[in-house]
């Protein structure tokens, strides 16, 4: 069979949405940058090479659409490259990588730049104009139910508690602090400089400064800091803005090669994705997806959950992070080691390519074989992909 | 008792009949036009069909377009039943006493009692269409005759007859008026009413000193426009659009039912001039018939339009007209004050002084002598030309500019018969027929043999009646009235209300004034034909093609300075305009506190025209418009997108309803009224409403989006020049349009000061004008008032 090897990923640091770094940066703007990054860290890759560009988006309209996807590959690689926009929600960004290697191990392609861009600094979360169907409110109100009211009622199912949840966001932030400490973000990172113009005293002005690592953790958080946050999905709920996944901006993309094309231009593959597999579970406790999701990524894999030697599991909610652990019956030393979405932050449709970056980097520093990349998705949906690092 | 008029129904759906429709649906009446019923399943496709042309027609009947839905259409057949609920019935079918009477003997049964019930009849006696009517129909029934097209031409004459109430000829004089924005006049049933009996007068008395005379068309065309206060649009050429075989019904009519007219025994004389029969004989009965006095040649001019021959009156061959220097002309051109030229024209010694001599001596006496005939008062008949002929006088104004005593000379030189009650006056020592007096415009009275105040509505206000006053200030540009009640008034009285420094020096006068005396607040208006064409451009171009940008800057700093200076005022300040309210006009209005607009307001910033932006706070305006609008959740960018098309399309609004969606005017402080002559009247009642608990405004922040939104008006633009609708220079402007709207290319949405606002601005207008490009526009649209797309 052919193979399809991830050769290199590149990824933004992760701003704050509306008051960090990028809160001014459009995610194309911010794509194009990576990309050309990407592209220029392989020796010989020349960018016409790039048979495609996939780009996961969760909010494909606004500043984001007009087919995001072309524009970045237009943009980063020359007018001759095509691109497209695919969403999945918060798993839009490991589907990328999925559907480039899909595309080349059938050999309908030699290679592809997937991965991720999200802005939700400069869009509204439900996009700007929310507007679920009739039919489907009269069928069944709770397939469009916020995000935070999942959580609450995953929460609920799987009897999780508000100091539960708070102790595992107080580890993520603990965990990111070190990784970032340590440098273990530091060479998949791609430093941006960002130019502000602004008005100050009636006169137009500039500054400038650089994005170069996550904005998110914050060192100092504790269990009692956390415990005085108020819920804010449900009347008594446990959901606070501290145990939730920060919004986000940031892009994160790889580069996807037949095994073909790597070989002729010398170059070494990091990763391959071994299998992908998504599933369907009740929207209303969408946080519970992954559980669905990672038998079938297994099974197709013919791997079973103790040969995983590393989890990235994202963190849309502590609670549900914490529900899939205990259903999955995860090792938690192997989750999330490096913290996850509430301190690190979570810009849904790059997600999924960032944190598999993550992954590629923390397993071959462990000298790991197989690790998963998993996320519940928006509407009940679950996302695995195993990866085997080289 | 007082009329409520909602519902009105139109019988009849001719040109004149739809647009009386239209035009009582742009006041807001819910309408229904009926007329014949036809075969097949749809049988409304007469009145539906007229209905659709006339929406389409130029120029537009209706105010906005979406006012069509005012208007329902049926048949004379299936809906006369729909009769039982209006509270008018206006009919407007075929000029025939069987067909009209006919058609009211159905309307009889079906009508409510106490509806009113009126004919547009041009020419049938009112009392006969009444006749066999019931006494509830006959009370209520009376002549309303709207003048084509009926949303434009101010005329609306009111004819009673002896059956009607008097509350219902009271009614639609004050309706007319105030409701439809119309000249009301009123009529009494004799032959063609007012304005028509003069028009007969004026268009067979032309023809004759035409032909006494030997004048081409075209040098009548000349003289009987501008040089007299006419409209351009000249005699003969009125008469092809007119149609011929039109003006011969009426003045036939005329001739029949007039036995005792003077004039009309006259004519009996004179043989029907050959060319009239030359021209019904050939049925070139005007543009309607493809030629009449006038014919499109195949030949092109050098600037490749068709060359229009025109008729020669002895040979009856089309030939080319000559440029012919007539006195009469050479005056005109010369001298301004309207007195002077008249009494010089009438005094030229060659054929166009003796055409103007006899034409007004034959009109001050016809006239004369119709009253008190066709009118009690000679206003009424002054009126009536004014507004339905569109004539800058009326017969006794023009006498009051000729002179009293000179027009007895010339009425007398020329053999017409003095009018016996002008004799009384002159008895009587009075030599105007106009005066004004304590604020109010008086009119020599035939009956009473003295001056009577002409009676107007509350909301009417002309400046002529306190021009007696000194003003409060005065320059070359402007004046300052006390309108009254402690209003002030700043009157632009520059060419074509243009605006430069004097008027600038006025405004912060009156500002000053107001803020610091005994005033209420400050009226910006006029009674001109246009509020303002905006800046003086010929100072604007005169500067730039020197290179003088300082005294630029200094300029637009100045204006920006003043129309802010009048949005911060401690004293309410309020625009009543009409016509033209181009560019700085626009903007002027726009940093008051309200304006009253007459719907016949033609409001824009066309400064891209001349290769400009909005400088004087109006490109400002429009981002802080934009911000005010936005609202949680808002997308924002087609507010964007829609405040850049109108300024960088140079969007005027056809009417003032138009100039809400474009913009220009905001429903909550903004007004638009129909009748023009009310707007003064109006905007000094809101100055007085405002001034009751006046906060001046505090300076407000604007939203901008910068980037946010410039690259898609850039995007915009660019899809305006892909499509050829925007030359490359157009794009620049347009740009520059964007940058300013978008508070420049800011990284984020930031909220700004208007004085950052009006900075960019001005600096994108300098720019602008350093521009050889704009210098061109510039020029060109000095030299042929028409823009450059360069």
């Known amino acids: ?390 | 008792m007082s009329y409520r008029i909602k519902k009105v129904a139109v019988l009849g759906s001719g040109v004149m009949g739809s647009g009386i429709a239209c035009h009582l649906a742009n006041v807001g009446l819910e309408v229904l036009m009926l007329d014949m019923p036809t075969d097949g399943k749809d049988r409304n496709v007469i009145a539906q069909t007229a209905l659709t042309t006339a929406i389409k027609s130029k120029p537009a009947p209706l105010y906005k377009k979406e006012f069509a839905s005012r208007i329902s259409v049926g048949n004379f057949d299936d809906d006369l039943s729909k009769l039982a609920d209006q509270d008018w019935i206006i009919e407007v079918v075929v000029e025939r006493l069987d067909i009209k009477k006919s058609l009211f003997e159905r309307v009889e049964q079906y009508r409510k009692s106490g509806s009113l019930i009126t004919s547009n009849t041009s020419g049938i006696p009112i009392n006969l269409l009444a006749e066999g009517r019931s006494e509830d129909f006959r009370q209520h029934f009376c002549g309303t005759h709207f003048f084509n097209p009926a949303r434009y031409m101010a005329l609306l004459e009111v004819i009673p007859y002896a059956g009607v109430k008097q509350d219902v000829v009271d009614f639609f004089m004050h309706y007319g008026d105030v409701i439809l924005g119309k000249k009301t006049v009123l009529c009494k049933d004799t032959p063609a009413f007012i304005a028509n009996r003069i028009g007969f007068f004026s268009g067979n008395k032309i023809n004759e000193l035409t032909d006494i005379l030997k004048l081409k068309i075209s040098d009548v065309d000349k003289l009987t426009a501008d040089p007299i206060g006419w409209p351009s649009t000249g005699s003969y050429r009125l008469l092809d659009l007119v149609g011929l075989d039109t003006s011969v019904k009426v003045t036939q009519g005329v001739i029949a039912s007039c036995p005792d007219d003077e004039y009309v025994q006259h004519l009996k004389n004179v043989p029907t001039p050959k060319h009239t029969q030359f021209l019904l004989d050939n049925k070139w009965l005007g543009n309607k018939s493809g030629q009449g006095y006038y014919k499109k040649s195949d030949e092109k001019d050098e600037n490749g339009r068709s060359i229009i021959l025109q008729l020669n009156l002895e040979t009856l061959e089309y030939e080319k007209s000559e440029k012919r220097m007539l006195d009469a002309l050479g005056i005109a051109k010369k001298v301004e004050i309207m007195s002077k030229r008249m009494n010089d024209m009438i005094d030229a010694s060659d054929e166009s002084g003796q055409f103007i001599k006899e034409y007004f001596s034959g009109l001050l006496s016809y006239a004369g002598n119709r009253v008190p005939e066709i009118s009690d008062t000679i206003y009424g008949i002054d009126d009536a030309m004014k507004a339905g002929y569109a004539w800058g006088y009326g017969p006794f104004e023009y006498w009051d500019l000729i002179g009293f005593e000179k027009g007895v000379e010339i009425i007398e030189a020329c053999n017409n018969k003095l009018p016996n009650w002008v004799e009384s006056m002159q008895k009587s020592g009075a030599s105007t027929f106009y005066q004004y007096a304590d604020g109010e415009k008086q009119y020599y009275d035939v009956v009473a043999n003295q001056y009577k105040t002409i009676p107007v509505a509350p909301t009417v206000f002309h400046l002529d009646t306190v021009r007696s006053k000194v003003p409060v200030f005065k320059n070359s540009e402007c004046i300052i009235h006390d309108m009254g009640d402690q209003v002030m008034c700043v009157e632009f009285v520059s060419k074509a209300n243009a605006i430069g420094d004097g008027i600038g020096m006025g405004v912060l006068e009156a500002l000053d004034k107001a803020e610091n005396g005994d005033w209420r607040g400050i009226v910006i208006g006029n009674n001109a034909k246009n509020f303002s064409v905006g800046a003086n451009l010929m100072a604007v171009g005169m500067l730039a093609m020197t290179g003088d940008f300082k005294s630029l800057e200094t300029m637009v700093d100045g204006f920006q300075q003043i129309n802010m200076k009048m949005r911060y005022a401690n004293v309410p300040v309020v625009t009543a305009t009409q016509g033209y309210v181009f560019g700085g006009g626009c903007e002027m209005l726009m940093h008051t506190d309200a304006a009253i607009c007459s719907a016949e307001s033609y409001i824009g910033l066309v400064e891209v025209g001349v290769g400009l932006i909005p400088g004087g706070g109006g490109t400002k305006e429009f981002a802080l418009r934009a911000s005010k609008s936005f609202f949680d959740g808002d997308t924002q960018i087609p507010t964007m997108i829609n405040k850049l098309k109108a300024i960088a399309t140079a969007s005027v609004a056809t009417s003032g309803h138009e100039a809400y969606d474009l913009g220009y005017l905001e429903h909550t402080r903004d007004r638009v009224v129909p009748g023009t002559h009310h707007v003064l009247g109006l905007a000094k009642n809101k100055v007085i409403e405002l001034s009751q608990a006046y906060v001046a405004p505090v300076a407000q922040q604007a939203t901008v989006m910068g980037r946010n939104a410039l690259g898609t008006l850039y995007t915009a633009v660019n899809e305006f020049f892909l499509g050829r609708y925007m030359s490359e220079y157009d794009v620049e402007i347009a740009k520059k349009v964007a940058y300013v709207l978008c508070g420049g290319d800011l990284t984020s949405q930031q909220q700004v000061s208007e004085q950052y606002l009006l900075d960019i601005e001005r600096e994108a207008f300098l720019q602008l004008l350093g521009n050889q490009k704009t210098q061109e526009r510039i020029q060109y649209m000095l030299a042929n008032n028409k823009p450059l797309r360069n």
Request: with cysteine; net charge neutral; charged share 20%.
């Open chain 1, 1 to 390: 069979m052919r193979e399809a090897y991830i050769i290199e990923g590149r990824r933004s640091a992760i701003g704050k949405a509306k008051k960090g770094g990028f809160r001014n940066m459009r995610s194309d703007d911010l794509a194009v940058r990576i990309i050309k990054d990407l592209v220029a860290s392989v020796p010989g890759f020349d960018p016409l090479m790039v048979d495609d560009v996939i780009v996961g988006c969760a909010n494909p309209e606004g500043e984001q659409g007009l087919q995001i996807g072309r524009n970045i590959s237009a943009r980063a690689l020359g007018k001759e490259v095509p691109g497209f926009v695919i969403n999945r929600y918060c798993a839009s960004g490991l589907e990328a990588i999925w559907l480039a290697t899909a595309k080349i191990r059938s050999g309908m392609s030699e290679c592809i730049i997937a991965g991720g861009a999200e802005s939700m600094s400069l869009l509204p979360m439900t996009g700007y104009k929310m507007a679920p169907s009739y039919e489907a409110a009269m069928e069944n109100v709770n397939y469009h139910v916020s995000m935070g009211a999942t959580a609450e009622a995953v929460a609920k199912k799987w009897g999780i508690s508000r100091e539960e949840a708070d102790g595992f966001s107080v580890r993520s932030h603990q965990l990111a602090a070190h990784a970032i400490e340590t440098g273990k973000f530091t060479n998949q990172i791609v430093p941006i400089e960002v130019e502000e113009v602004f008005v100050r005293d009636n006169k137009r002005v500039t500054s400038k400064h650089i994005v170069a690592m996550d904005e998110g953790v914050r060192k100092d958080t504790t269990l009692e800091g956390l415990g005085r946050l108020p819920a804010v999905f449900k009347n008594g709920g446990i959901i606070t803005a501290g145990n939730s996944s920060q919004t986000s901006d940031g892009a994160a993309f790889v580069i996807v090669m037949s095994d073909n094309m790597a070989n002729k231009l010398g170059l070494k593959p990091k990763a391959n994705l071994v299998s992908c597999a998504v599933a369907g579970v009740d929207p209303l406790y969408m946080g519970i997806g992954p559980c669905a999701a990672m038998p079938k990524a297994l099974s197709q894999a013919n791997l079973k959950l103790n040969d995983i030697d590393l989890i990235e599991l994202n963190e849309a909610f502590a609670a549900q992070a914490l529900a899939v652990i205990k259903e999955g019956g995860l090792n938690p030393d192997i989750v999330n080691v490096n913290g996850g979405a509430v301190a690190l932050g979570h810009p849904l449709g790059c997600t999924g390519a960032k944190l598999s970056i993550q992954l590629f980097d923390e397993m071959k520093a462990r000298g790991n074989k197989y690790g998963m990349v998993t996320a519940c998705v928006g509407g009940g949906q679950g996302i695995a992909g195993i990866y085997e690092v080289f």
